[in-house]
Each structure stands twice: as C-alpha cells, then as structure tokens.
Nanobody
C-alpha cells in the first residue's frame, strides 16, 4: 500500500521560511514525477511545483517562482519543498503527490497523494 506523509507545515510570519517534506512508502517512484499541490479554504486545488524522476527538471506555478524550490532524494523516497519569502496568499493545505500527469501544460495528480500539512502565513 502506497503512503505519502507530509511534514513541516506550521505558522510563520510574512517573509519567513518553511521546509515541507514528504516521505513515500510502499513502492518506489524513482522514474516518476513528484510534486506539490495546495488548497486554500474555499478555493480549488492548485499546482505548486513538480520535479522529474531524475530530479534534473523542476516546474513551478508563476506565483512561487523564485521563492520556492522543490527537490527530491530517490534513495530516501522523499520530496521536499523549500518555501522562502512566504506571503499570506501562500496559506493553504499542502499535499505532495507522486506519479503526476502532465497534460496540456498542466500538472495533475493521479492516484497517490498525502493527507496534507497546513501552512499558515500570518502576522
């Protein structure tokens, strides 16, 4: 059974940083894209970042470019999201996902994603 467990969320002031981590168990996804999505209250799920299986190419939604960095460690079956210069509009539940689909210029999760970790940016 595949499980994804996120950690690292919390409350941070605007301009601060957080690092989210996601541990995958139950199967190896070394050749599959991994990524992060987020959902704020009352809003649709939003793509945040994705990284290819080799870890050599990363993709970001425009609103986080230059502030967030996605990385992965295939030996540890983990993906991380370093978030800097956080803004109140980054407040959401962040979910990691594996085996993403890229279609029409948009990343989608498939069957595997975690329960999420809350990120709140507020003074």
């Amino acid at each position: 059974q595949v499980q994804l467990v996120e950690s690292g969320g919390g409350l941070v002031q605007p301009g601060g940083s957080l690092r989210l981590s996601c541990a995958v168990s139950g199967r190896t996804f070394n050749s599959y894209a991994m990524g992060w999505f987020r959902q704020a209250p009352g809003k649709d799920r939003e793509f945040v970042a994705a990284i290819t299986g080799s870890g050599t190419i990363a993709y970001y939604t425009d609103s986080v470019k230059g502030r967030f960095t996605i990385s992965r460690d295939n030996a540890k079956k983990a993906v991380s999201l370093q978030m800097n210069r956080l803004k109140p509009e980054d407040t959401a539940v962040y979910h990691c996902a594996v085996d993403l689909r890229f279609d029409g210029g948009i990343w989608y999760p498939r069957d595997y994603w975690g329960q999420g970790t809350q990120v709140t940016v507020s003074s």
